[in-house]
């Protein structure tokens, strides 16, 4: 377990949602996005890390900034009324929809992060140039993909991270992926002349969407873990990818999390060397702490294809040797937090599950371990008690199957309730002389309020295009942004049902 200084602040790149508003595909899945989107960006708002931008497009004739780049965390009352403004366009109208509407969205988006980076550089802030822009359509994925591939032919997109394209299908019955599924039947041969555009399709329910939000919000690079194995006639090592089935439960308990109050979960070791195998029925429950990871074969672009194939096969058949036998791994990895001190060990148990998937779980050692003595059982039950129990037990529903997607904990609306909550003002400091027989000084302009001005962001010229012509018109993109009220806060009147 990682008990160290945490590792360096990691850039984030920033994140663009643009809406394609689209009639009458747009009403037909307006209420189930604008409730998922509510859900998740209020859990985002809550734990997302300090960094994270957010921006909001919606592009229909006209593309409009809904939510210039901002931070999630702790941004909750903008984000809602960026939601207030998103449910309260309708779906009616015209249904044609402008070629370079999204690709105008697109182009600003970049834009304003270039000028973001740069008043960041004049201020000595940090921050991650590359733009991830995800786009939304009940439109078919490859007909919004063309149309992003003819508005943006002559642009430069050299701080384009990632450009994914959701399909929103209500046809769509898996509504319990975690992930939007490709759509390989309805476009086969899209090949993308400007940029490579990923397509997706996801259904429009409430819990599909808000599992793929979640996915794209809180998705994180992937650490790397070696399970290196003893040695014998050939050294096994298999690589792994360690990804986070959770977050922190202690969410949950009263509420927000404050900063250095979260639940301090084990990282996972760089290198985990296998000591012996253990059974998996012989692992106590209680000698397992923090929150388990889940690790799969590793997909790291820097390997060859006979590497990734070769860790691939190793890592299928170690899953299938633990499942068949029964069998959980137990392995040790170090780190030396000082020179002159001896490292710290820290265990794991790696065990197989029902799925190509391991999980890696830290082990309580030695001493950590409280040692208690539960009493056994002794003697026959008494009748009458056994009956009672028996006939308690014989009303309840069984289930063959635990499924976390039935259970909820009211969070989301406990996040809502409490982020929608304004900060209360400072109260005002009198200061107090001493020494003197007058009475307190105060200024004269007590009563007024100071207002804190940010210089503007400054222009940045568009770089040359892609192709090296140089453009027309350098002029920003006539695109109508939305500027809330500095002193707007939340609206009561914002309803998340069906009208």
Not at 265 to 292: D, E, F, H, K, W
Not at 414 to 430: C, D, G, K
Not at 479 to 497: K, M, Q, T
Request: overall charge negative; charged content about 20%; proline content about 9%.
């Amino acid at each position: 377990m990682s008990v160290g200084p945490p590792s360096g602040r990691r850039s984030v790149s920033p994140r663009v949602l643009l809406l394609d508003i689209n009639p009458p595909g747009w009403a037909m899945v307006r209420a189930e996005l604008c409730e998922a989107l509510m859900n998740t960006l209020s859990l985002a708002a809550a734990t997302s890390p300090r960094g994270e931008l957010l921006s909001v497009y919606s592009a229909r004739d006209t593309p409009q900034c809904l939510l210039p780049l901002q931070p999630l965390r702790g941004n909750f009352i903008r984000l809602h009324s960026c939601l207030s403004e998103l449910y309260s366009i309708c779906g009616e109208g015209s249904q044609a929809l402008r070629t370079r509407s999204l690709a105008l969205a697109v182009l600003d988006a970049l834009q304003q992060n270039r000028q973001l980076g740069q008043h960041s550089a004049y201020g000595g802030g940090a921050h991650n140039s590359f733009v991830e822009v995800l786009v939304l359509s009940t439109r078919r994925g490859q007909e919004v993909a063309s149309d992003l591939d003819d508005g943006l032919k002559d642009s430069d997109l050299s701080t384009l991270r990632r450009l994914l394209v959701v399909q929103l299908s209500c046809d769509v019955e898996d509504g319990g992926s975690n992930e939007a599924s490709p759509d390989p039947a309805r476009d086969p041969d899209h090949r993308s002349h400007v940029y490579d555009i990923e397509l997706r399709v996801s259904s429009g329910d409430v819990l599909s969407l808000e599992s793929f939000f979640k996915a794209w919000l809180f998705e994180s690079e992937r650490e790397e873990v070696r399970l290196i194995f003893p040695k014998g006639d050939s050294k096994l090592q298999i690589i792994c990818d360690v990804h986070r089935p959770l977050l922190p439960p202690s969410l949950l308990l009263g509420g927000l999390p404050h900063d250095g109050e979260q639940e301090r979960t084990p990282g996972a070791p760089q290198t985990l060397r296998i000591l012996r195998a253990l059974s998996s029925q012989g692992v106590c429950g209680s000698m397992l702490y923090g929150l388990p990871s889940v690790l799969n074969p590793t997909a790291c672009w820097e390997l060859d294809w006979d590497q990734l194939e070769s860790n691939q096969e190793n890592f299928q058949a170690l899953c299938h040797c633990l499942q068949s036998r029964a069998m959980s791994l137990l392995g040790c990895s170090s780190q030396r937090s000082v020179a002159w001190a001896p490292p710290v060990l820290s265990h794991f148990i790696v065990s197989a599950s029902d799925s190509m998937g391991l999980l890696l779980r830290p082990l309580a050692p030695r001493e950590l371990l409280l040692l208690i003595k539960p009493p056994t059982l002794t003697g026959p039950v008494p009748d009458g008690a056994l009956h009672r129990v028996q006939e308690a037990l014989g009303g309840l529903e069984e289930d063959s199957l635990y499924n976390p997607l039935q259970i909820s904990s009211n969070l989301y609306k406990q996040l809502q309730v409490t982020l929608s909550r304004p900060a209360p003002p400072p109260r005002p400091i009198t200061p107090v002389f001493r020494g003197g027989r007058g009475q307190s000084r105060q200024g004269s302009s007590s009563g007024g309020k100071a207002r804190a001005t940010i210089a503007p962001l400054p222009f940045v010229s568009p770089l040359p295009c892609k192709r090296g012509q140089p453009r027309e018109n350098n002029s920003p993109s006539k695109i109508r942004f939305r500027h809330d009220d500095e002193n707007e806060f939340f609206r009561p009147d914002f309803s998340l049902e069906q009208p």
